[in-house]
């Protein structure tokens, strides 16, 4: 049943990704009812309750590696999203900034925990990510898109709360 489940899983999320292209509507509805943070909030918790102490002790051996991760995607990104952001205009130019400074996704601890990859490294990676975009994301933001401020206020809470909480409790 696993193998089976598992070699449905890319066309699912496929056949999901073009349903929710084709159809917005329905997941506009739970996004404006609230349902995408609880939603990613138990993602991240199971993808917690899967981070086992030889995983910690695995990603630690191995700090050289998360942390040339780690600065890359927090430096490299940044600069990409800015020339990328010069392609388009308007709404667009500033998404592709955003998507440039934004931390790892919470998914990814979920599929590293799919995939057999290591959650513990993917788990420190997204608490950094998440902390450099916290701390300094504000910051690049305005930089790099020439706004006088953001405010990262709301993240700061929204991150905690959906991150920060559940990784913590798993």
Known sequence: ???RAEALLLPLVF???????ALPSPARSLDG?????????VLVLTAGLAVDIAGVRRARRRWARVVTVFVT???V??????ALSHLVSGPSRDGVLAVGVAPSEVAS???????????????????????VTVLAGGVMLATLSGATSVHPGGLVVTLVAVVGLPLALG
Do not use: C, K, R
């Not at 009812?33 to 909030?41: N, Q, R, S, V, W």
């Open 1 to 3: 049943l696993a193998q």
């Open 73 to 75: 995607s927090s430096l």
């Open 15 to 21: 056949a999901v990704g073009v349903l929710g292209v």
């Open 33 to 41: 009812g609230g349902a995408i943070d609880p939603t990613l909030a």
């Open 109 to 131: 601890l979920g599929l590293a925990a799919m995939a057999g990859g290591e959650v513990a490294a993917a788990a420190a990676l997204l608490i950094g990510s998440s902390l």
């Open 77 to 82: 990104l940044p600069v990409l999203a800015w």
